[in-house]
């Protein structure tokens, strides 16, 4: 069965310090990544997206940067952070099959 | 390019059916449809792809209107366990592959 791994589950982080966030998929292969973004009591905003190895797709310009490099490992990065990057930010894939997104269980950034 | 969602909020009382509305500006390949609880990730409920699709499962369904470019979650007999904030995500046919979703609607079921 396929399963999603994002990591840590929550983070408090000054600002100004780098950011990595990680996000793994087992049991596929080649499948569609994204991140999204959830400020508290807000909607999902896309940030990027990826249908393979090396191919990102950013949505939204800001400071943040995403990678993909290997087939199942998607990495949502930040050289500096700011205040307003705080939120819940959560990868997902696209399952082949129903069509729909899985979900990791998300990290909560606070940037202080 | 974000879909729009009614209502905003909801309170229902158990056994109370609702009706949540997703619509687009823009042509639609697909609407997916998620719940999220409090503090936890969204859960995938059902897609649509097609016009006059009709899904469902359980006491939860949706409608997809290709036309009108918009899509309608049905609840009936909602249970306290319907609680949550239902999401519609739209893909459309200029650029499938990515789900841009709407505000959401956030459902209350009370005994």
């Known amino acids: 069965s396929q399963t999603i791994h994002q990591w840590p589950a929550t983070l408090v982080q000054p600002v100004g310090s780098p950011l990595s966030l990680e996000c793994t998929v087992e049991g596929t292969s080649n499948p569609n990544l994204y991140w999204y973004r959830q400020a508290a009591g807000r909607g999902l905003q896309l940030l990027f997206y990826?249908?393979?190895?090396?191919?990102i797709s950013s949505e939204v310009p800001q400071n943040l940067s995403a990678s993909r490099p290997q087939d199942r490992q998607f990495i949502l990065s930040s050289k500096k952070l700011l205040l307003s990057d705080s939120g819940f930010y959560l990868c997902a894939w696209r399952s082949q099959g129903s069509g729909g997104y899985t979900f990791g269980s998300g990290t909560r950034l606070t940037v202080v | 390019q974000q879909p729009v969602q009614s209502p905003q909020a909801v309170i229902l009382r158990e056994g109370e059916d609702a009706v949540i509305n997703c619509s687009s500006s823009?042509?639609?390949?697909?609407v997916h449809w998620y719940r999220q609880k409090h503090g936890e990730a969204p859960v995938f409920l059902m897609i649509l792809l097609k016009g006059g699709e009709q899904k469902g499962h359980d006491k939860i369904s949706a409608s997809f209107n290709e036309k009108k470019q918009q899509s309608s979650l049905y609840l009936t007999a909602s249970q306290l366990s319907y609680s949550g904030t239902y999401f519609c995500g739209t893909e459309l046919r200029t650029s499938y592959d990515k789900v841009i979703f709407g505000p959401g609607t956030s459902l209350s079921v009370i005994p």
């Open positions: 990826s249908v393979g190895i090396g191919q």
């Open positions: 823009k042509a639609l390949y697909s």
